[in-house]
Each structure stands twice: as structure tokens, then as C-alpha cells.
């Protein structure tokens, strides 16, 4: 696997296309989509996200197993239709994510391996969940495997929360370490000033 963090601009991600150069006296839409896409903003609500959705296919598991072992009821037959739809929502959220960054970022989104596992995963359950219903929604329930593995998006999030922070508290060291470089020579020359 990759070690570019799932949204954040791998150096691929990070050159313009040629029309955007061009048109470079007004941002484009790509140009603000891949703007909004590597901020920390946009890395917290994807991982949100997604915590979100493990919570509701949590949920629905654990709703499945007390079914098998009480039978199903009106309220919990509702409750699992709400999360079906619920899941859709957020297989349809992914989707039109995976779309924008698509264009924002062009073929350049697919440099990194993670990009490509990620569509995939985001692809799959997004067609199971628009396509199968009765007992081969059942059988494709196996997708579950797939979409839990969208927790290691959330690590990625994390992760990518965690090194801005470092690369603002690095900047932030550089800055502070030539503003003492600076007071010395300040200093230095005072003294040599006073001993005249």
C-alpha cells in the first residue's frame, strides 16, 4: 500500500493540469474542489464520515443478530430499513466524493495505490447497494468485509490531521529558530557597538 495519506495531495496531486495554468487569472472549479479537498476541514468531515457509517453497519449487525435469535418485529424490521437507506446515503455521499476528487484532481488521483483501493471499495458497495435486494442483498452483505476497511480511511484521516499539524509545528520551529539566529547577530552587534 501507498504511504500517501488517502485525501491529502501526493506530489503528483499537487501540479496543475495545463488548463488550469492557463486560465490562471481566476480559479477554476477543479482548482477550488482541489483546494477544498486537501484541507483539514474536508479531512475531518470524511473521517466523520465514515465513523458514521461503521456506526450505522455496526448497528445493523448487531440488529441482525438479535433478530436471529428473537425474530423480527415492526419497530426493528423499520430500524433496518432505516439503515439500509442510511447506508445508501453514505455509499452515495462517497461516490460523489470519489467523482469530484476524479475531476478536481484528474488521472493524477489514481497515482497513489490507496486512491485506487479506496474507488474500488467505494465503487462496489455503492453498485451492491443500488442493485441487490432480498437474499442476494444478503449474500452481498459480505461487501461489509470491504466497507469496514473503509476504517482505514479514518487512520489515514488521522494521520493526515497529524501531519499538517507537524508541518505547521516544523514551520513554526524554522521561523523561531531564525528569529533567535536573528536576536544573536542583533546582540553580537550591540556588544561590539558598546565596547567602542
Do not use: W
Amino acid at each position: 500500500m501507498s504511504t500517501t495519506p488517502l485525501l491529502s495531495p501526493s506530489p503528483s496531486l499537487q501540479t496543475q493540469p495545463q488548463e488550469d495554468l492557463e486560465a490562471n487569472s481566476r480559479p477554476s472549479i477543479r482548482q477550488h474542489l482541489r483546494h477544498f479537498f486537501t484541507t483539514q476541514t474536508f479531512h475531518y468531515s470524511v473521517l466523520v464520515l465514515v465513523a458514521l457509517d461503521v456506526a450505522c453497519m455496526f448497528a445493523d449487525i448487531i440488529i441482525d443478530l438479535e433478530t436471529c435469535s428473537r425474530g423480527k418485529s415492526h419497530e426493528v424490521a423499520s430500524a433496518l430499513e432505516a439503515l439500509k437507506y442510511t447506508s445508501l446515503v453514505f455509499s452515495s455521499i462517497f461516490m460523489l466524493e470519489l467523482l469530484l476528487s476524479m475531476f478536481a484532481f484528474g488521472k493524477s488521483y489514481f497515482s497513489s495505490t490507496f486512491h485506487i483501493f479506496d474507488a474500488a471499495i467505494i465503487l462496489t458497495s455503492f453498485i451492491f447497494e443500488i442493485s441487490l435486494q432480498g437474499i442476494e442483498e444478503e449474500v452481498a452483505s459480505l461487501i461489509v468485509v470491504l466497507r469496514l476497511l473503509r476504517v482505514v480511511k479514518i487512520v489515514d484521516e488521522i494521520s493526515v490531521g497529524a501531519e499538517q499539524k507537524m508541518t505547521e509545528l516544523e514551520e513554526r520551529c524554522v521561523e523561531a529558530e531564525e528569529e533567535v539566529k536573528r536576536l544573536r547577530e542583533e546582540v553580537r552587534r550591540l556588544r561590539n557597538l558598546g565596547s567602542e
